[in-house]
Nanobody
Framework: QVRLVESGGGLVQPGGSLRLSCAAS????????MTWYRQAPGKEREWIAV????????NYADSVKGRFTISRDNAKNTVYLEMNSLKPEDTAVYYC????????WGQGTQVTVSP
């Protein structure tokens, strides 16, 4: 079955960096775009970045543009989110999503940005 497992979250100070990973299995990873979302407490889930199936195209929400970078390694069936210059408002649970016909979500990884 399809499985998406995020990792790399944690507690970081403002201005710091984290790299999230999402390991995928159970589908043809290289055939689909992948997306990162986040959900802060009391807020709706927010789309933040997407990458095309072969990694040639990316797009970002204005809130993270210039600070976050999405990438993928199709040989490892993994998508990444490099997060720099983190702010307290980046605190959220971060989810990866497989843009297949049915759509699949990972379980999420917590990112907390606090002094």
């Amino acid at each position: 079955q399809v499985r998406l497992v995020e990792s790399g979250g944690g507690l970081v100070q403002p201005g710091g960096s984290l790299r999230l990973s999402c390991a995928a299995s159970g589908f043809t990873f290289r055939g689909y775009a992948m997306t990162w979302y986040r959900q802060a407490p009391g807020k709706e889930r927010e789309w933040i970045a997407v990458i095309s199936s072969i990694g040639s195209g990316t797009n970002y929400a204005d809130s993270v543009k210039g600070r976050f970078t999405i990438s993928r390694d199709n040989a490892k069936n993994t998508v990444y989110l490099e997060m720099n210059s983190l702010k307290p408002e980046d605190t959220a649970v971060y989810y990866c999503y497989a843009n297949t016909r049915n759509g699949y979500w990972g379980q999420g990884t917590q990112v907390t940005v606090s002094p």
